[in-house]
């Protein structure tokens, strides 16, 4: 995203917050950025790709949240689950994230999360230097490279934001099911 678009859309964040979601109009956004609404159009094609860029970078502000976290440096796999059991936890308990997600139908919420190259590209930067850890582990499954392993646990992590209210389960469904898909346990 562009500077100038990154900037629209901080200010569309804002209004969102100060109006709600669904309340906030294009010359809301445009208020709160400083320009003329034409030029809100000429940046975004609709309301929803606003909504949508808004989840992107506000994925931006929660990855810091998610890296931040100190994994376990003597088990890859641990690490693993631990990395991703954050992510489903901090995305899935953030208010603002819900309240955009809630304003878009399911899949174009599925569309961002599992199938926009920005989410991905943030994915896989914060996964990277956990899944290298399990190729000199000798963990990564035979025939798996990092970044397909990134890609699959992508879609992991969008399917399991339902279940960010137990963490016990989360973190034991993880083991079972997202670790396995991709580590030699």
């Known amino acids: 995203m562009d500077e100038a678009t990154a900037t ?3 200010a569309a964040r804002q209004a969102f917050a100060q109006h709600g979601v669904e309340r906030t109009t ?3 956004v445009a208020r ?3 320009v003329v609404r034409q030029t809100v159009y000429n940046t975004v094609s609709g309301r929803e790709q606003l909504i949508e860029l808004a989840m992107i970078q506000c994925c931006e502000d929660l990855q810091e949240q998610i890296d931040a976290f100190e994994l376990d440096a003597d088990d890859p796999s641990e690490a693993l689950v631990e990395f991703l059991a954050r ?3 901090i995305a899935g308990n953030d208010p603002e994230l819900s309240r955009l997600s809630a304003a878009l139908t399911p899949e174009q919420v599925q569309a ?3 199938g926009s190259y920005p989410v991905q590209a943030l994915i896989t930067q914060s996964l990277h230097p956990l899944l290298e850890r399990g190729v000199r582990a000798g963990l990564l499954r035979d025939g798996v490279s990092v970044d397909e392993a990134g890609r699959w646990l992508q879609g992991v992590l969008t399917f399991s934001l339902r279940d960010a209210d137990d963490p016990t389960t989360l973190r034991r469904e993880l083991r079972t099911f997202a670790l396995p898909s991709v580590f030699r346990v």
């Open 112 to 114: 961002v999360f599992g």
């Open 8 to 10: 629209l859309v901080r």
């Open 87 to 89: 992510a489903v936890e």
């Open 26 to 28: 294009m010359t809301d």
């Open 32 to 34: 709160a950025a400083g």
